[in-house]
Nanobody, 116 residues
Framework: QVQLVESGGGLVRPGGSLTLSCAAS????????MGWYRQAPGKQRELVAS???????TYADSAKDRFTISRDNTKNTVYLQMNTLKPEDTAVYYC??????????WGQGTQVTVSS
């Protein structure tokens, strides 16, 4: 079964930057959108950013002007460039691929910790 594999998480100081990547272990057809979600301890999973097959992005208010989502359709890969990170950005980040056939693929999550 195809899996999504995230990378790029880690520990960063406030104000720092990280870039997350997510790649599929095999082919996934008819991807409609790719997205990044996050879940902080004791909180529900929330959408951070998503991008359509045409490259149109959507951001949560908390991510606007700081995060940039992009995708490489030739590699079925999605990226999340995160700048000016804050302690409240600390969470496990998950990538998601949603297909036109209403299937959802999730990664295993990557920890992002913003702390001095």
């Amino acid at each position: 079964q195809v899996q999504l594999v995230e990378s790029g998480g880690g520990l960063v100081r406030p104000g720092g930057s990280l870039t997350l990547s997510c790649a599929a272990s095999g082919p996934i057809l008819f991807i409609a959108s790719m997205g990044w979600y996050r879940q902080a301890p004791g909180k529900q999973r929330e959408l951070v950013a998503s991008i359509t097959s045409r490259g149109n992005p959507t951001y949560a208010d908390s991510a606007k002007d700081r995060f940039t989502i992009s995708r490489d359709n030739t590699k079925n890969t999605v990226y999340l460039q995160m700048n000016t990170l804050k302690p409240e950005d600390t969470a496990v980040y998950y990538c998601n691929y949603h297909t036109y056939t209403a299937s959802d693929y999730w990664g295993q999550g990557t920890q992002v910790t913003v702390s001095s």
